[in-house]
């Protein structure tokens, strides 16, 4: 036998050596889901080690990240006024509004916010966008995204993050952040959404269930792989900086395909269903939890990744799991 493909896996000095796929911390963005109120870090039931927190406490725990090296936070408002304009999502005096506003007075430059930009918490339907006739009016939500959008850049978000997925919104957003002189702005998208049942334990941390229907008029068909490479190259001509695919677990052959297929950085989202599972089957003592969220997170940047955008981020910075 010439050749032996175990030579290489003798030793720990020589794996290591030899590994294709390798993890930094630059990698990671955070999550976080601010509420209102002060002193506020309330356990969330369905994602254990997730908790809302109101602006004070945020900023003490964002604190903690910076100095694990996790510089990179993905904001979400959680229990405004909800009304059928969603007119609380793009208001100054908004939760994220004030977050952005106190974390940047805090850290400057030394934390990079995003901010995630839809009106499913903010709307009394639940909806992500403007309801008539049980539809979601495609143009005038975008209309609103894009104000929401500019009052997020407008305190000091560092990249918009459009979790809709309405059609033309990039562009929309686009021209209303450069029409306000915000072109640095970066725009992350949510270009490949799927209608997924693995939100499930995010939509009871924000609030955001839809009361009636469900989201398949708007998020995409997991049938569907051609029709994500027709969205995700929309995004690009509409002026998208970071293409994103989300969930992520289910949906490694799209994250590989789309590295494959676009120049822009590819950020996959490891969702609220995702990190639960991993932490209800950990809890039971049923799967070593290091062992299998590195695994996961390997898979995440073997597929394609760049970018992951993952509830599991603080934990594996804080023990060590890299
Ligand atoms: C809002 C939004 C959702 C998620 C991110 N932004 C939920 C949804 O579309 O229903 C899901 C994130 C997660 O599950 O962790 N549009
Ligand atoms: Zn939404």
Redesign the pocket.
């Known amino acids: 036998m010439l050749i032996r493909p175990r030579r290489l896996r003798k030793s720990p000095i020589v794996r290591e050596m030899v590994a294709e796929t390798r993890l930094s911390k630059d990698m990671f963005i955070y ?1 976080h889901f601010v509420v209102s109120g002060n002193n506020i870090a309330h356990a969330i039931d369905a994602m254990p080690g997730i908790n809302h927190f109101s602006v004070d406490t945020l900023v003490k725990d964002v604190e903690k990240s910076l100095k694990l090296g996790l510089n990179k936070i993905l904001l ?1 408002g959680v229990g405004e006024e909800k009304s059928e304009d969603a007119s609380s999502s793009y208001s100054k005096k908004s939760i994220v509004v004030s977050a952005i506003t106190e974390l940047k007075k805090a850290f400057g430059s030394d934390v990079f916010i995003v901010t ?1 930009v ?1 009106t ?1 918490a903010y709307t009394t339907h639940g909806h ?1 966008g403007i309801l008539h006739d049980d539809y979601v009016q495609n143009d005038a939500t975008v209309e609103v995204l894009a104000r929401m959008a500019l009052a997020h850049a407008e305190a000091g978000s560092d990249m918009i993050a459009p ?2 997925m309405m059609d033309g919104r990039i562009l929309g957003i686009r021209n209303k952040l450069d029409g306000n002189g915000f072109e640095n702005t970066s725009i992350m998208s ?1 270009s490949i ?1 799927f209608a997924s049942a ?2 499930g ?3 009871q941390a ?1 609030d ?1 269930a839809p009361n009636k229907g469900d ?1 398949k008029a708007y ?1 995409m068909d997991f049938r569907n792989p051609n029709e994500t490479m027709r969205e995700s190259f929309l995004d690009e001509q509409e002026g998208a900086d970071i293409l994103m695919v ?1 969930p992520a677990l289910a949906y490694l052959d799209i994250i590989h395909r789309l590295k494959e297929n676009t120049n822009l950085p590819v950020a996959c ?1 490891n ?3 995702e ?1 639960s599972m991993v932490k209800a089957a950990a809890g039971n003592g049923w799967i070593d939890e290091q062992k299998v969220v590195m695994e996961n997170m390997y898979a995440f940047s073997r597929a394609g990744a760049n970018i992951i955008i993952s509830y599991h981020a603080r934990e594996i910075l804080e023990k060590g799991w890299m």
Do not use: E, T
């Open positions: 999550p979400f995630d839809c499913c992500c979790s809709d949510y959404k693995y939100y334990p995010f939509r924000a955001s989201r998020q989300k989202y969702v609220s269903g990190y």
